[in-house]
């Protein structure tokens, strides 16, 4: 069974550009999480999808956005950039238990 | 104070030792409680998970709950070079916000052959 897969997986922008990041969770999981890792902070949760529909979001700003498609695949954008916003993007899915989450490998964003 | 402490290390131990890596917490409504260790350019991989209090081994793998004093702990025996890695805990709430996992900042270990 094919794991979690993320693109790009590196990246560079400017301040202020935006950026979209793409997962594609395992076969079968409907539930997708996006974290964010940086050295200062370490990872953090950004939010949560089931079935199309946000179920969970954490404090982040309203330039953290992100969707789920009909196929589970989900995508999480990033408007407007800040210095701040450079870190390991991570992507997990799962099934019917929260408890395993199967992590992707990450998009390294970097703003300059 | 934030909700999930785990000390930074980093950790170095001789091959075949006995590893200890701990985190406490704050929050009493957590119930589900991982360890995930990550290697250097990767994603995340879950270890163990644990609900509510108690023990759960998996081979050289223990981890152990303390919901009383809000402390978990992994235990790695016989350790070896291929342990080396960042080991983060994570935990969770009951119900429906559990697929939030709240990380440590994890603790970088390193096993020298």
């Known amino acids: 069974k094919a794991g979690v897969t993320q693109t790009p997986r590196y990246l560079i922008k400017t301040r202020g550009q935006q950026v979209t990041l793409s997962c594609s969770p395992i076969?079968?999981?409907?539930?997708v999480s996006w974290y964010q890792q940086t050295p200062g902070q370490g990872l953090q949760f950004l939010f949560e999808?089931?079935?199309?529909?946000?179920?969970n979001k954490g404090n982040f700003p309203g330039r953290f956005s992100g969707r789920q498609f009909s196929n589970s695949r989900s995508e999480m954008n990033v408007s407007t950039l800040e210095l701040g916003d450079s870190a390991l993007y991570l992507c997990?899915?799962?099934?019917?238990?929260?408890?395993?989450?199967?992590f992707g490998p990450g998009t390294r964003l970097t703003v300059l | 104070q934030k909700e999930v402490e785990q000390d930074p290390g980093p950790l170095s131990v001789p091959e075949g030792a006995i590893v200890s890596l701990n985190c406490t917490y704050s929050n009493s409504a957590f119930q589900y409680f991982m360890w995930y260790r990550q290697y250097s350019r990767k994603g995340p991989e879950l270890l163990m998970y644990t609900y509510s209090s108690g023990n759960k081994e998996d081979g050289r793998f223990t981890a152990q709950v303390d919901k009383s004093s809000k402390y978990i702990s992994l235990f790695i025996r016989d350790s070896q070079p291929s342990d080396s890695a960042t080991y983060l805990c994570a935990m969770s709430e009951e119900g429906g916000s559990n697929y939030k996992l709240t990380f440590g900042k994890g603790t970088l270990l390193t096993v020298n052959p």
């Open positions: 999808y089931f079935s199309e529909t946000q179920r």
């Open positions: 076969s079968g999981h409907r539930s």
């Open positions: 997990a899915s799962s099934g019917t238990r929260a408890t395993t989450q199967y």
